[in-house]
């Protein structure tokens, strides 16, 4: 991520002592803006510091690390917004991460890099591979909801989903343990790494960096990261930071969208998944731009399959125990895009090579999106 947005770090204390002074119902607007942009870098430093501890912890159980923590903006959001019964908002929050790592993360990283490059290429059998989890997490969301057209019992729809999120949960265990026995094949023999196949050998991947690649992580940490205390207390604070900036972020969420005439759905689907997504967003352009269109194009795979396979079922697992219950019974919209954008996903990466025009496209999707859940009525 771009230094210059670690400046944002101020609001994380600016946001709460607006809070303190004011109010989240006197000025709602101004926390809104500061905890969104305070959001920013914390997630990029969760995401640096998890980097960080794979050069203790080792690079198979760094990318496990990197894996639980990579969305943890959006599961904290989630969260608070759970525990508030905005259902709506994390809904939305979670199809709208999906769509904007499919369309728009990948979109301007092709597009960048295509543009400095010209074609790009990549693993067609690991794009493919990243393809049919993605297809199994929209199947994950789209199968409940038609369910929903026959049973209409609430706790009957609460329960179905409850099966399918422990169902998912055991699919991403499989797929981490699936890397992880890739990350020991390929350190055996690293001649059969694949997804280098079509580059030259100055264009292949540094060690540790494809590592947390394909779980969806951030490019490499370096080979001489801060002392493990200090690694530790920045995750913490980081994450304490993202919880307590989170919660005043959820607060002003219905006083901000009537101010505004917003619809929740729009900030759920649009806003959230921006803040919670801009350190990876730059982390792939900046790989794009480098020639590795193949690690950007793993960014936001892994993300997104972490989104529908991690995220969202734990959620739905954690609303048993809260008073508002979440299930996996989305609005057809929602869905109608994360297909389009699952589908745009599949049809790039079928020959492993990617233009400029590619990622043009794939963001003009996102706009037109963008445009009808903006004028969704609030």
């Not at 900030?267 to 790989?287: D, K, Q, T």
């Not at 990617?354 to 706009?367: F, H, I």
């Amino acid at each position: 991520m771009p230094r210059w947005l670690y400046s944002f770090l101020g609001m994380a204390v600016v946001a709460p002592a607006i809070d303190l002074i004011w109010g989240s119902q006197q000025a709602p607007l101004a926390i809104f803006i500061c905890t969104t942009l305070a959001l920013i870098p914390l997630a990029a430093l969760i995401g640096r510091a998890t980097e960080d501890l794979e050069y203790y912890v080792g690079p198979i159980a760094g990318g496990l690390l990197n894996a639980t923590f990579g969305n943890a903006p959006e599961l904290i959001i989630g969260f608070f917004a759970l525990n508030a019964g905005l259902l709506e908002v994390v809904k939305a929050s979670l199809t709208g991460s999906i769509i904007s790592n499919s369309l728009l993360v990948l979109g301007s990283s092709l597009a960048l890099g295509g543009w400095r490059w010209g074609r790009q290429y990549f693993s067609a059998r690991d794009a493919g591979q990243f393809s049919a989890m993605m297809l199994l997490a929209v199947a994950g969301l789209l199968i409940p909801t038609t369910g929903s057209l026959v049973i209409h019992n609430r706790d009957r729809l609460q329960s179905m989903s409850v099966a399918i999120s422990v169902v998912l949960l055991v699919v991403y265990a499989l797929y981490l343990l699936a890397h992880v026995f890739r990350l020991r094949s390929e350190r055996r023999n690293p001649t059969r790494r694949s997804n280098t196949a079509k580059l030259p050998p100055l264009e292949q991947a540094e060690d540790g960096e494809e590592d947390l690649a394909v779980t969806g992580g951030l490019p490499a940490a370096p080979s001489t990261p801060p002392k493990l205390w200090i690694t530790l207390a920045i995750l913490l604070v980081a994450t304490l930071g993202t919880a307590w900036n989170s919660e005043l972020l959820v607060g002003t969420i219905t006083p901000v969208t009537h101010l505004l005439g917003w619809s929740p759905i729009f900030v759920g689907l649009v806003i959230i998944p921006i803040v919670g997504n801009a350190a990876e967003h730059s982390s792939a352009i900046y790989i794009a731009l480098r020639d590795r269109v193949d690690l950007s194009m793993a960014i936001a795979a892994g993300s997104s399959i972490q989104v529908a396979t991690f995220v969202a079922p734990v959620l739905v697992i954690a609303s048993v125990f809260l008073t508002h219950r979440l299930d996996l019974v989305f609005q057809p919209l929602e869905l109608v895009i994360l297909g389009v954008a699952v589908l745009l996903f599949s049809v790039v990466s079928l020959d492993g090579e990617s233009s400029w025009l590619a990622g043009v496209q794939m963001v003009t999707v996102y706009l037109i999106a963008c445009i009808v859940f903006f004028f969704i009525p609030g």
